[in-house]
């Protein structure tokens, strides 16, 4: 044979031609040629270059015919030796011999057909004048050859690996499915200290939205953030009203807002405000009639394809299809019925992963899909039993195949639906415990598992978060989150990462540090660093080196000195007054707590009177100190009251006066 250019399909052997059709296939072997056919002379002179460059290799590597040829070996001595040795290895040593030539070296044995033409060849290329007996490399013998054929390779198939051997055994797939959920580490972020029922991530994973019962909206930016865990932006966007359902648009430049109040909000990545949809009528009785909705929203969310479009479901009954573009009316109005034709309140909608259909679950325990192509008359898929009535069904997500759907409801239940077979539920999971109406559920993204979380009940410490096989209904795991109700948890398949809300207002985000990508990795690393403030002197130093020490200003070189002397002066400190260190009644003691006490220590006695002594006693011992030194009414008399003059009765001052001599 001659030697072949190697081309970009199949590397295919074939001894049985002969000379003349291994020169046709050497030339038109690889990409063939282009133009004229060269001629015999130009052939020549590849040759003598090829052996040029032969020599060449072989005087600088001590090799010869690099590439080109392969050596010429004893063949039958080489099978007999490998006959021997096939022998002599033990059943773990041939399994192993036969991985690895089947990893490694493909040689031809002369136990295969001469018809298989499409066999591949990999390595080396065969020599030129290779005759149909001779072989390359030391052959493989039979009872190996077959042996590793079998184990090696599955039935039905030469040249491909089955299922089974990619997958494993039902066993390592369950095994597989606990490790896939990324719960090797966790960050836990603060969002406040009330429940948090409304969760979002942006669909490329860069940011996270988190809303609560307590009117708050906060938007994490895991780019932006350090290890510290904070939000760049928190804001009220619905007033005085509980944040129930949060979604990014699925080109991540808008979030839709649903909250206690009957409009619902669109606001921008950065939280400012977009749209705000129009409220209805309350006094018309037929709610098609109305452009907007007229009581409390329950949930609402984004069309998975077109843009612009998203649905809100209410209280008053309905269910409302929404454009950006006209925010001032709904697009369609969908009015889900009970069984006697009364209408009933949707709890949750969703769109399927597809969006040609709308689904919704009522407060009647039914769940109703309409197609989203035609009108929104009549229903496509109903189920009245769904969930036990006058209980509010919570979520329903589709899987992302499409062709599975599970619901949680109130009645302490999951269910998992196929779609093909709309009747039964596949499989109930009970004893799950839910006390918010916003608690959800979701697929994996592989569609091999389901979760949900639970609400605590008397007795339990930590509420959990469970995950259930999709296949054998069996529970996987549970990851125990906090001493506190879990809501909601999303599994973001970019990210690779779970986030959870939780009812005492922390979000926690699992992550995995092999699998798991961006996202809260990148908060993790970042250090967080302490900005320190820039102070700034209010006044100017006015300097007077030849000044009075009395007027003279001490020279402050650094500000630090100057705080901590004025950290010492009670006057710019504004030191507080120092606590009474004796006495009862606080600082009201000082001076008496009443204004009898208040007049006897400052204006009455100086001293303590005795109980035991008489009273007439105590006050006539001041009497003669009363007329010597007056204190309360003739000082204050004393500058205006006029000197008295009294009249003598008698000329010689003794005996009663005479009635009939004349007064002068």
Known sequence: MNKKAISFGKISLNVKKTQEEDDEVSSTSGFGTFGRTPIQEHKEIEEI????????VHQVMGIKNFGKKAKNFDVEAMVEEARKSAQEAAKRKLEEEASKSDETEKPSSSSQND????????GPLPPPNLKQDEEIGPPIPADLNSKASKKGKPKGSDNEDSYDDLSGSDEEEVLTLEKRIPNSHEVEMQHGTKAVVALAVDPSGARLATGSIDYEVSFWDFAGMDASMRSFRTLQPCENHPIKALQYSTTGDSILVVSGSAQAKVLDRDGFEVLECVKGDQYIADMAKTKGHTASLNSGCWHPHIRDEFMTCAQDGTLRLWMTENPKQHKAVIKPRQQGGLKTNPTAC??????NTVACGCYDGSIQMWDHRKNFVNTTTLLRDAHQKQTEICSIAYSYLGSYLTSRGNDDTLKLWDLRNFKKPLHVFPDLFSRYEQTDCSFSPDDNMIFTGESLQRGQDVGRLRFYNTKTFELVTQLEVTKSHVIKAIWHAKLNQLFVSCGNGVVKCYYDQKRSLRGAKLCVVKTHRKKHSVEVMSSQQIITPHAL???????LRTSKKRMEK????????RRPDLPITSGQGGRVAASGSTLSSFVIRNLGLSKRVDDEQDPREAILKYAKDAEENPFWVAPAYKKTQPKA???NTTEDGDGPSDPKKPKT
């Open 49 to 56: 270059a090829d052996d040029l460059e032969n020599q060449h």
């Open 566 to 573: 004025d950290r010492l002066d009670p006057l710019k400190s």
């Open 549 to 555: 020490p009395l007027f003279r200003q001490e020279k």
């Open 645 to 647: 003059i009294f009249q």
């Open 350 to 355: 969703a769109f399927s992963r597809d969006g």
């Open 115 to 122: 018809d298989d033409e499409d066999d591949e060849v990999i």
